[in-house]
């Protein structure tokens, strides 16, 4: 068959001439950084969560850092999160001194499965960390129910889902925090970017302090004089420019289009693979409605023959840009280092050795998702 002339990528950024005019308006503009820009921003995502703050970081990984140090994660605390996620969303509980613990993923939807939580819970675990893997919503009601149980903080690492349902309600006003990321792939993009949304004016207030070194203005501002500040806790530097903000506030209002287009593609691989045998497809939370970061396949092992590189390859070199998401995190060399051993998650390692990643993003046509869909057929064979 015939090989494309561009490399289709597993998933790409959509930019247009009003997103470039409204960075192109910041450069131009008094304030580069710590500017009115990201407040805007911060305003435009908490209004379309429906949450009543909205703290924007540097990246993703900052966000999740972020959150586990509002959520008072320290040395010694648990926080029981998957093994199928980036490994920053474990990393960020290392960052504060806690241990991540692994509960294994349901096979249908690939997300943590609630019912493997309670078992890991221990006196020292402070919080839970869901991951809305490929865009699909964890089972917030069963999470948080749990965490209500147990008395223990639900960060949900929203990275894949901003624009995704939950039972009529968007991801991102649920969870006591949910912390979503702008890189280039993912649902919005601010090129590097992550925001926190939550309900809770002392997480608020945290956050917004640790992104800028601890550093609050205070009351006693008045009397010292306006350029009076004071350092209060260990920050860090995360903050976003208004360069950042600037494109995340134009992409913002594209978010619903965007969507819907990653709603239409799945909808089209559904169809098309369908009667694949071997081809396993991923199913969806009754209630829920994907956002589509990704769309994941499983080839079951017991009818494809051929290795999965094999195939992987073979579609590569036709210019289709399949990946894998993820390496079980604690199949790292450092997590290894740390201690953890393999085969703690058995659905979750049977689900990596089967998975496989296929394009999408808002500017596929449906003529790309055919041949997508046509070049797997040929690989297989």
């Not at 001439?17 to 921003?41: H, M, N, W, Y």
């Not at 903080?153 to 990321?181: N, P, Q, W």
């Not at 360069?243 to 098309?272: P, W």
């Not at 070199?317 to 894998?324: A, K, L, T, Y």
Request: net charge negative; aromatic share 10%.
């Amino acid at each position: 068959m015939k090989k494309r002339d561009d490399f289709l990528s597993y998933g790409r950024q959509s930019i247009d001439e009003e997103d470039v005019e409204a960075v192109v308006e910041t450069l131009r503009s008094s304030f580069l950084t710590q500017g009115p820009k990201i407040e805007e921003f911060e305003r435009s995502v908490a209004d379309y969560v429906g949450a009543r703050y909205a703290v924007a970081f540097s990246n993703g990984t900052a966000a999740l850092h972020g959150a586990c140090q509002a959520a008072g994660i320290t040395l010694g605390d648990e926080v029981i999160t998957t093994p199928i996620t980036f490994v920053a969303t474990a990393n960020a509980v290392l960052y504060c001194g806690g241990k991540p613990v692994f509960a294994d993923i349901d096979e249908h939807t690939y997300n943590i499965d609630p019912e493997k939580i309670p078992e890991k819970i221990t006196p020292k675990t402070k919080a839970i960390m869901p991951v809305d893997f490929t865009g699909q919503p964890v089972d917030l009601d069963a999470i948080m129910n749990i965490a209500a149980e147990h008395g223990l903080v639900v960060i949900e690492d929203g990275a894949h889902s901003l624009g995704a349902d939950y039972k009529g309600r968007k991801v991102g006003a649920i969870a006591d925090m949910t912390i979503f990321s702008f890189h280039p792939v993912k649902p919005v993009t601010t090129g590097e970017g992550g925001i926190i949304t939550t309900n809770s004016e002392e997480y608020y207030k945290k956050l917004l302090s640790f992104r800028s070194h601890g550093i609050f203005k205070t009351p006693h501002a008045e009397e010292q004089g306006m350029w009076y500040y004071e350092m209060t806790e260990l920050g860090y530097n995360y903050r976003m420019t208004d360069i950042q903000a600037a494109l995340g506030v134009s992409q913002m209002k594209k978010l619903d289009q965007f969507v819907k287009r990653r709603r239409d593609i799945a909808a089209l691989y559904y169809e098309l693979l369908a009667d694949i045998p071997g081809v396993i497809l991923p199913k969806q939370l009754e209630n829920t409605a994907s956002g589509w970061h990704l769309y994941m396949i499983q080839l079951d092992r017991n009818i494809v023959k051929k290795p999965r590189k094999q195939i992987f390859n073979a579609m590569r070199e036709m210019n289709i840009g399949v990946h894998v998401h993820y390496i079980p995190v604690y199949w790292h060399p450092y997590y290894q280092k740390l201690g953890y051993e393999k085969e703690i998650c058995p659905k979750a390692e049977k689900w990596y050795e089967q998975a496989l990643t296929l394009p999408i993003f808002p500017g596929m046509e449906m003529g790309d998702v055919k041949q997508v869909v046509n070049t797997l057929k040929h690989a297989l064979l």
